[in-house]
């Protein structure tokens, strides 16, 4: 009977066939407003819809940020660079530095090792997977089903001149539908604040207020907000995609990498910065 009603309650709901992914997720919230749904199966369906929307180049890992190996490092120099990262697969490099000539996985090598195998005997080409390269256009919910069809959990990104932009993995794909999947080797002790060559800034949103003004010697304040993220929300009104941007006082935000339950990098540009490595400047 429970299941009944239940079936009533939805057929209720989208009794008025939505026109768009927006009248959609109007419905689900709905229906998680009337306990439906559980608000976090509602977060997730709204990710699936997003997938449809999103390209590999709005979730990728920037060329700048990628762990190469080169090919041409010893065994005994790569193995320190696969243990510091913690990733599981790593781009391998060849004599032209743009150039990708395979995958290189942290399971392969150790197999290698577990197997007698020595520095001398070590031959990287022996190792290495198949690139996959994606243009950056393509749409999250197709490069899922390609990473599940051809059990491949890795691409490389170009753009419409076959340069690699960056690279996209089915985790970043499925963090886009889940939220983020955070293991021991995603522990970020890196500074909340980063300068640029260029002369902007990159800032994690969970920065704390106090610390950005701290930084910079601003002002900015908002009653009931306690981080950069929650004020860059609380400007906009809502949660911000990746690449929108808002200007804030002295300071212009613009969101480097967000997911569909909260933002997580931002790029600053500002021409009122008084923070004390410019004082010699002025």
Do not use: C
Request: charged share 25%; proline share 3%.
């Amino acid at each position: 009977m429970r299941e009944k009603n239940w079936y009533r309650r939805i057929k209720k709901i989208f009794k008025h066939q939505p026109k768009n992914t927006d009248d959609i997720i109007a419905l689900l919230k709905q229906a998680t407003e009337r306990e439906l749904l559980e608000p976090n199966t509602l977060s997730m369906l709204e990710g699936v819809l997003d997938v449809q929307e999103t390209r590999a180049k709005d979730v990728m890992v920037p060329r700048s940020q990628m762990i190469t190996i080169d090919k041409e490092l010893a065994l005994s120099d790569i193995v320190p660079i696969m243990a510091e990262s913690g990733h599981s697969r790593f781009p391998v490099i060849g004599d032209n530095k743009d150039e990708v000539v395979g995958i290189l996985l942290a399971k392969d090598l150790l197999s290698f090792g577990f197997n007698g195998g020595t520095e001398q005997q070590f031959d990287i080409n022996a190792l290495l997977r198949k690139v996959v390269f994606i243009p950056e256009s393509k749409r999250l919910n197709v490069l899922l089903q390609d990473f599940r069809v051809n059990n491949n959990h890795m691409a490389m990104v170009v753009d419409e001149y076959g340069r690699i932009t960056g690279l996209i993995t089915i985790e970043d794909v499925l963090e886009q539908i889940v939220g983020e999947i955070e293991d021991e080797h995603d522990i970020d002790t890196s500074p909340n604040i980063n300068p640029q060559t260029d002369g902007t800034y990159t800032v994690k949103a969970i920065t704390t207020i106090e610390e950005f003004n701290s930084y910079f010697d601003s002002e900015l304040q908002e009653q009931d907000v306690e981080t950069i993220g929650g004020l860059l929300m609380r400007s906009i009104g809502r949660l911000p995609k990746r690449g929108e941007s808002v200007k804030i006082g002295a300071f212009n935000f613009t969101v480097l990498r967000a997911d569909n339950r909260r933002v997580h990098l931002l790029g600053v540009t500002t021409s009122a910065v008084h923070h004390e490595e410019n004082a010699s400047n002025i």
